[in-house]
């Protein structure tokens, strides 16, 4: 799989939009880019995928890089309860159901009230 | 919402015994993961298992790790003798074609 590059850590005000940044120079055609995010004492949890177009769902909005070698997670409003790791994550399959996730080291997002 | 559940949260259990960590997977999922996360470490994958069989392991799943998916609902991992270093959050995943995996919110494995 191929590897992902996000920074260790980012810290957001309340109510301000977050953009989290992910490289991914080496993806393939093939590849698409799932974040998923993991609150303190939680299992990992599903935010967005996509392959080559933006994206938005009710969580959050992903922008993708023309080139695709890179990706950007927004969340529109912070709140205290998006303080989680989040991974951006590629996979062969749509949805990634049906392959393991490789998971990284991710971004801590910190919220500040 | 449906929902992976797993059972036990919290599970203590001496070194070289067995132990058994289950995972009630959402009920039209076909594809079933087991990862774990060691305190302050990136979350690895363990095993996938889809159609009854084992799909793909990682270099962690060797012979002590076994799973079971032993009726139409749950989904099993044993550890047949524990070591220190199985101290972890095992975490279950479920999912279907085309979707996301679901996570469940893990059980913490305390090994003394």
């Known amino acids: 799989d191929a590897k992902t590059t996000q920074p260790n850590s980012m810290e957001s005000n309340e109510e301000e939009p977050v953009h989290l940044p992910c490289n991914h120079s080496t993806i393939s055609g093939t590849d698409y880019i799932h974040w998923y995010r993991q609150l303190p004492s939680q299992g990992p949890e599903y935010v967005i995928h996509g392959l080559t177009s933006n994206v938005n769902n009710r969580m959050a909005s992903l922008a993708i890089a023309e080139d695709r070698k890179s990706s950007t997670l927004i969340l529109h409003r912070a709140t205290l309860r998006d303080a989680a790791v989040y991974y951006c994550i590629l996979s062969m399959n749509y949805g990634g159901s049906q392959g393991n996730l490789i998971f990284g080291k991710g971004t801590k997002l910190s919220v500040k009230p | 919402e449906p929902e992976v559940t797993q059972t036990p949260s919290h599970q203590v259990t001496q070194m070289g015994q067995e132990v058994i960590l289950r995972c009630v997977p959402i009920?039209?999922?076909?594809?079933f993961y087991w990862y774990r996360q060691i305190l302050g470490q990136k979350v690895e994958f363990l095993v996938s298992?889809?159609?009854?069989?084992?799909?793909?392991k990682s270099e962690i799943f060797d012979d002590q790790f076994s799973v079971e998916r032993p009726d139409g609902s749950n989904f099993t991992l044993k550890i047949r003798s524990t070591k220190l270093e199985d101290s972890a959050m095992y975490f279950c995943?479920?999912?279907?074609?085309?979707?996301?995996?679901?996570f469940g919110d893990g059980t913490r494995l305390s090994i003394l």
């Open positions: 995943a479920s999912g279907r074609d085309n979707q996301p995996q679901h």
């Open positions: 009920s039209n999922h076909l594809y």
């Open positions: 298992f889809y159609n009854n069989e084992i799909s793909e």
